[in-house]
């Protein structure tokens, strides 16, 4: 078992995980699918520091790809973008803003560990129970309101509804569904082009199998599979790495990486770079 590695090891271990080569380049439909089932969750449109797999990268077949100026005619953005659409809207993956508030990538394997892990139960109205306890915004339970009387809807309908529709509601009304999608309530099914807008749905009425799923694992056992995977992604990470990338717990990830240890899928106490001692490594 190798205990020491060069950073430029660990990149190149990436680079065929999250296809940041060449020959490995995602250019079609099927091979994007197939990427997003692989790694489990990426970012769609870029990973700092190798934070995780990202769509985008993986279409350029490069490490660390620089952001065009006219985003709108450059072809490798243009595909991210056409994916985040066509595969949710045929409901093949999930995507929202769930891991550090950026557009994410899930496939139907995980979207139920990272469910779990949201605090989600699938009740109707779990989200009246979560307001009174004071963890869900004014400005999101109008939003769940709108969408339990009716589902789904468009942006405009839905700032109609909550009473958000002037030109100054917009930032707010953006925050609270910001606010729905990391907490996994909502999820975008559509997005339409004429006009340019969005549809809005509960998720639990968009994956109701998944939800399913999601009621018989427990939360340790949620955040112990997102988190194999992640070394299966990543070769090597930090409790501040895990800490910073999922919000967890420090609590928590040191229980999940203990289990990971227990079972054999990572050991502790690599050398990455020259330090001693802060990171675990994946069992090749």
Not at 71 to 84: I, N, R
Not at 248 to 270: A, C, E, R
Request: charged share 25%; glycine share 8%; hydrophobic share 35%.
């Amino acid at each position: 078992m190798k205990m020491s590695y060069t950073w430029e090891e660990v990149e190149s271990w990436r680079d065929r995980i999250h296809r940041r080569l060449p020959r490995l380049a995602v250019k079609t439909k099927k091979q994007a699918l197939k990427f997003i089932d692989d790694v489990g969750f990426c970012f769609a449109f870029k990973s700092d520091a190798s934070e995780l797999p990202c769509l985008w990268h993986s279409v350029c077949g490069v490490r660390n790809p620089v952001m065009p100026r006219h985003t709108h005619h450059d072809p490798s953005l243009s595909f991210v973008w056409e994916m985040k659409n066509v595969l949710p809207g045929r409901g093949k993956i999930y995507y929202g803003k769930v891991i550090k508030r950026r557009p994410t990538m899930i496939s139907l394997e995980y979207l139920s560990y990272f469910y779990v892990l949201a605090g989600r139960t699938g009740a109707k109205d779990e989200y009246l129970t979560e307001f009174m306890r004071g963890g869900l915004s004014p400005g999101a339970k109008a939003i769940m309101d709108a969408l339990s009387d009716s589902s789904p809807q468009v942006t405009k309908g839905l700032r109609l509804a909550t009473g958000k529709h002037a030109p100054g509601d917009r930032e707010s009304f953006d925050k609270a569904i910001t606010e729905l999608q990391v907490k996994m309530y909502i999820v975008k099914e559509e997005e339409l082009r004429t006009p340019f807008t969005f549809i809005w749905a509960p998720l639990r009425d968009v994956f109701p199998d998944q939800i399913r799923k999601a009621r018989k694992i427990s939360v340790e056992a949620a955040r112990n599979k997102i988190l194999e995977r992640y070394f299966r992604n990543q070769l090597i990470g930090s409790v501040d790495s895990i800490h910073n990338l999922f919000g967890w717990s420090k609590q928590g990830t040191y229980q999940s990486l203990g289990q990971l240890v227990q079972d054999g899928i990572i050991v502790p106490h690599v050398k990455v770079g020259g330090k001693d001692g802060k990171f675990y490594c994946l069992v090749g």
